[in-house]
C-alpha cells in the first residue's frame, strides 16, 4: 500500500434511507475526478459551482486525489457539507507520477460509467461536464475531449504569449509523434475530458507529469472518439503549476511513449550508441595527449561511451523497466555487454573475410550491425527484463502505486 488514505465525505441528508441510494452512483452517471496540489483557494468555489449545473442533470460524484501540502482536503471536507453528492478524498503521501498519477488513482477509485477528468482551479467549466456525457452518449464515443482548437473553442485562459507558444508548440509536437493515435484529437494537451470507465484500462497507463489525455490516448486509446469546444478559462485563485521541471517531465514522457514498440526503441538505441562515439573519442585524445599508450587508451576512453551510452539508455529507453534490478546491477550488466561488443567484433570480421570471403569493409559492417542487434537483444533481456514477476506489493520505478485504502 501506499501512504495515503481515503476519506468519504457524504452530506448529511444522504443519511437519511430514503435518501441512500444517491451515494451509489447510477447508469450513465458521472465521477469526476479532481487531482489538486495546493488548491484550497479554489475547491470551493470548484464544488459550489458543480453543485450548480452537474447533479440537476445527471447522477455525479467528487474525488479529489489530493497531492498537496496545505490545507486543501480540510477545506474540501467543510465545502463537502453543502454538497448534495458524494465527495470523496484520497490524500497521497507518495505522489507517484504527478498529476497523471493522480488521475489514475481517481480512475481506479470512480464508481460510474462516465468519468471526468478536470482541474481544480476553474480554467474547465464544470457546466461542461453534463455536455461531455451527454455527447458521448449520442455518439457512443468511448472519448469526449473538451478542445480548445475547434470551432467554439478558445485558448484565452492562458496567460501571456509564452505559454500559448509552449502549448501551441507542444500539441504540434505530440501530434507529429503520435499521427495515428491522436487523429481526430485537435487538444491532445487538454487536461479536461470524458472517458468511458470500460474504455481504460487503469493498470497499463504508466503516467509522467501531468498530460494524462497523451497517455491514455496512446496506450488505451477507445476506438471511438470525438471531441466538443470549450473556452479555457483565467484561474479563479492562485498560480498555474507549470514549471520548467514540469516541461522536461513531459519530454521525458514523449519518448518514453514514442519508445515503447521494440522497433522504436531498438531504433532510439542505436542512435544512442552512435552519440556514444562523442565521450570515447573525446577521451581517448585526452589520454593520448596525455602520454599514454593507444590500447589502453582505448580501452579506458570505451569505458567513457559506455557510461554515457548507460545514462541516455536508461531514461530514454528503459526508463518504467529500472525498478526490476538495483542500479549497480544494471550497470554491470550493460557495461559487460559493451565491452563484449567490442571483443566479438574482431573474431567476427576474421570469421567473415576468412570462411566466407566477404570484403574486409562488408564484413566489418556486417559484423557492426550484428554485435549491435546482439547488444540490443541483450541488454532488453538481461538488463531490463524481469528477473520473475513481481510479487504482490512490489512495483517497478515509474509505476503507479497500489491504491490507498479508505479510511472512514
Known sequence: MSGGSYESIVPEELGDPAMRGAEVPEPGAVTIVVPTFNESANVRELLHQITETVPGLLPCEVVFVDDSTDDTPEVI??????????????????????LGGAVVEGIKAAGSDWIVVMDGDL???????????????????????????????SRAGLAGSYRVAVSRGATWLTKSLFPRRLHGISDPMSGFFAIRRSAVTAEILQPLGYKILLELAVRSRPREVTEVPFVFQDRFAGESKSTAQEGLRFLRHLVGLRTASPLARMIVFGLIGVTGFIPNLAGLYALTSLGMHYVPAEILANQLGVAWNFFLIEHLCFRERRGYRKGWDRISRFALLANADLVLRIPLIALFVGQFGMHALSATALALVTTFLLRFVGTEALVYLPRRKPRRGERGEGEPAEPARRVA
Open 77 to 98: 471536507n467543510e465545502a463537502a457539507q453543502d454538497c448534495p453528492f458524494p465527495v470523496t478524498v484520497l490524500h497521497r503521501d507518495d505522489p507517484v507520477g504527478g
Open 123 to 153: 480554467q474547465h467549466p464544470p457546466s461542461l461536464v453534463p455536455e461531455l456525457v451527454a455527447t458521448g452518449e449520442r455518439s457512443s464515443a468511448g472519448l469526449v475531449v473538451a478542445s480548445r482548437y475547434i470551432k467554439g473553442g
